[in-house]
């Protein structure tokens, strides 16, 4: 079992305090190996030769082992390490790096990334529309039914404006009325109107099967409905009450 390295003891051997760079450490134990060498004359009068050699071999084991410890973690032993970017304040203790736990920086960047995703959250919630959502009036909806309000004028009355009355409006002309029955004097248009379209026909003759209707130069000069087909608005011959059109 390795016995505990004393750093203190070391420093007072070298002459040096704690917090001593590694280049003083080294200065500090050539001058101190000068001293406790064997081989220099009058060195120590009045220990032996063997202790000096013993307490020299003890120093370097020491010195050996606060290099080691530089080696491993970028300091000496029992050395205060400041804060980076920090002004230290006099007469205040600095904590070690190694007594720092490495939990802790995982643990904050963890708060860090944790704070960052409920921000985005909250972003994205407020950013979403809910101008639409029935029942609340945010101000997009305000703005849009006031747009439409504007957009469509209502109706005033207006004094000066005067008012059409119904009697004061003409009345259209409506078609005159055709003839409603089969006549002498009736024109191919006319007669086309109120009959149906003849089986065959002629400039003459219409004929409806064992009906016809006879014409001379384009009006009806005569015409027979029989009952086994029977034209449509006529009589069985023209009667007393048909007159002939003047041309």
Request: aromatic share 6%; charged share 25%.
């Amino acid at each position: 079992m390795s016995v505990p390295t004393d750093f203190l003891r070391l420093y007072q051997e070298l002459g040096i305090a704690p917090g001593a760079n590694i280049e003083e450490i080294k200065r500090a134990y050539r001058r101190r190996v000068s001293e406790l060498h064997p081989d220099r004359p009058g060195h120590l009068l009045s220990a032996s030769t063997e202790e000096a050699a013993a307490r020299l071999q003890q120093i370097t084991a020491y010195y050996n082992a606060a290099l080691q410890f530089h080696r491993q973690h970028g300091r000496l032993p029992g050395s205060i390490v400041r804060a980076r970017n920090a002004t230290p304040t006099e007469g205040a203790p600095t904590p070690a790096r190694d007594e720092i736990s490495p939990s802790t920086g995982s643990r904050t960047r963890l708060y860090v990334i944790v704070a960052i995703l409920i921000v985005a959250a909250l972003a994205w919630f407020a950013s979403s529309d809910t101008s639409d959502a029935p029942g609340i009036d945010t101000p997009a909806s305000l703005e849009r039914a006031a747009a439409t309000k504007t957009a469509t004028p209502v109706p005033t009355e207006d004094a000066s404006t005067p008012v059409e009355d119904a009697s004061d409006v003409p009345a259209h002309d409506s078609p005159q009325p055709g003839p409603h029955e089969l006549d002498l004097g009736l024109t191919v248009e006319e007669v086309s109107r109120i009959e149906d379209v003849p089986v065959t026909h002629d400039d003459q003759r219409w004929d409806y099967g064992p009906s016809w209707i006879m014409f001379d130069r384009g009006k009806v000069v005569d015409w027979y409905s029989s009952p086994l087909r029977p034209l449509r608005h006529a009589p069985m011959h023209p009667g007393p009450r048909a007159h002939e059109r003047e041309p």
